[in-house]
Each structure stands twice: as structure tokens, then as C-alpha cells.
């Protein structure tokens, strides 16, 4: 099969603390990037045909450097994002629809990923591609281990809450039919919509469209805290022993 990849690398360190506008996909864990291991990972997937990456302008010419020395050869394009997150996807998005139209072929499925999620795992980035040609859609998430409230009339107080059974941390990448996503971009642009994540735009355009949940484990964390570089290196040697033991 046929997947196309998109990576949305463009967000600052703001949580992170990070001076300067620095690129908390730049951060390294293992020696290496974060945004390196995000695009390893898909470039082992098996279904992964091309990778398009959004980012910072002044971050451009560093990834296509990484991708070349690392023989990265799935990276059809690094380009600059957007002001928010969805327009950065909009972009690859555009670049994207201009190869479908030049090799007259859908794609079947288009991926859509977080940089800054560097442990998503290439067998795991299959089978989402897989779920989402089936079925037309597919998120990972996992189950969160809080009690979850809603906060009350006053910011101060809970108000009601909710049935934790019934709730899933949503992740990326999120896989989903090429011509749904794409119409549901662009609905979006010309609504001017934003969303917090491609779900929700084809939750509101296509709501006939039923979306598979592909439930993860605890690894596929978002870099987004100090804390969570402390908590990726553990990760990362965690799955380097898992890998290890397999051979």
C-alpha cells in the first residue's frame, strides 16, 4: 500500500522555556534530535512511500541536511509552516494534492504526525496506515490513568466527573482517507476553522465518517515539558532493550 507522511515540526519550546524561539524539536534524547527520531520511525515504516515536513524557516535547511546525511530517503519536502499547526499541515497538504495530480494515483492513506512525538514505532505507524485505508480513519490514543473533571461554574471549583472508561488521550499520527482529509483542509481554509487536531475537522465535515481507535501503549508521549526529556531518555532505553531482545 501507499501512505504519505506528514510532519508537523513547527512549534516553539514555550512550555519547554526555551530562549530564543528554539525549536523544542531541535532538544536532543540519545544524542540525537527529537525531530530525528519522529522521522526515522516512518522512515522504517513499511506502508511510508514520501514524508513531508512543516517547520520553523530557520529549521529548513537543517532537516534537509539530517535527512540527507542519514539517508532519509523517503523526505520528498521540508517546508515552512504556518502561523498555527493547521496551516502548517495545509501547506504539505497543497504540495501533496500537486502529486497526486502528477502520478494520477491516491495515495491510501495520508498520515498526519506531531515532531515532537520522537517513540511512535514503525510496526505501530503500519498499522495505522492499514486501519485507515480499511476503515477510512484511525487515531491513537491511550487510556488516561487520572480521574478527569470538568471545571465548574468558577475556575476555582470542580464541577462534574466524567466516566473514565469512556475517555482516551488522543495522539498522533493520525491516519485518515486522502480525499476526506483533504476536503476537510479545505472546508477549514475557507471557513477559516481551527481545530485541535485533524480529527475533528473530518469529525465536523464528514460526521458520517466513523473514526478507529488504535490504542498505544504510554511511550508515544509528546516532548512538550522539561520534565518530558528526563522521561523520553527513559523511553528511548526502554525500547532500545525491548528491540535488542528481539534479535
Not at 513531508?52 to 539530517?66: N, P, Q, R
Not at 495530480?101 to 515532531?115: C, F, Q
Request: a negative charge; proline letters at 4%.
Amino acid at each position: 500500500m501507499k501512505t504519505i507522511a506528514i510532519i508537523a515540526a513547527s512549534g516553539v519550546g514555550k512550555r519547554m522555556k526555551l530562549e530564543g524561539g528554539l525549536s523544542k524539536q531541535m532538544l536532543e534524547i540519545g544524542g540525537h534530535p527529537v525531530i530525528w527520531h519522529t522521522i526515522r520511525a516512518f522512515e522504517e515504516s513499511s506502508t511510508v512511500e514520501s514524508i513531508y515536513i512543516a517547520t520553523k524557516a530557520d529549521s529548513i535547511e537543517t532537516i534537509e541536511e539530517m535527512a540527507r546525511s542519514n539517508g532519509f530517503e523517503k523526505v520528498k519536502a521540508v517546508i515552512e509552516g504556518g502561523k498555527e499547526r493547521q496551516d502548517s499541515i495545509a501547506n504539505c497538504m497543497a504540495l501533496i494534492e500537486k502529486e497526486i495530480l502528477a502520478s494520477a494515483e491516491m495515495p491510501d492513506a495520508i498520515l498526519v504526525h506531531d515532531g515532537a512525538r520522537p517513540f511512535i514505532q514503525p510496526e505501530e505507524i503500519d498499522d495505522i496506515a492499514r486501519l485507515s485505508a480499511t476503515y477510512g480513519a484511525c487515531v491513537p490514543a491511550t487510556r488516561p490513568k487520572d480521574t478527569i473533571k470538568y471545571i465548574g461554574s468558577s475556575p476555582e471549583v470542580f464541577g462534574e466527573t466524567l466516566d473514565r472508561s469512556r475517555l482516551l488521550q488522543v495522539q498522533t499520527p493520525q491516519g485518515f482517507a486522502p480525499e476526506k482529509l483533504i476536503e476537510a483542509h479545505r472546508l477549514a481554509g475557507n471557513e477559516q476553522w481551527y481545530a485541535t487536531d485533524d480529527a475533528a475537522l473530518v469529525e465536523r465535515f464528514f460526521p458520517e465518517q466513523q473514526i478507529r481507535v488504535y490504542e498505544t501503549g504510554y511511550h508515544n508521549i509528546k516532548i512538550t515539558t522539561p520534565e518530558d526529556i528526563f522521561i523520553g531518555e527513559a523511553i528511548l532505553a526502554r525500547l532500545k532493550a525491548g528491540n535488542s531482545g528481539k534479535n
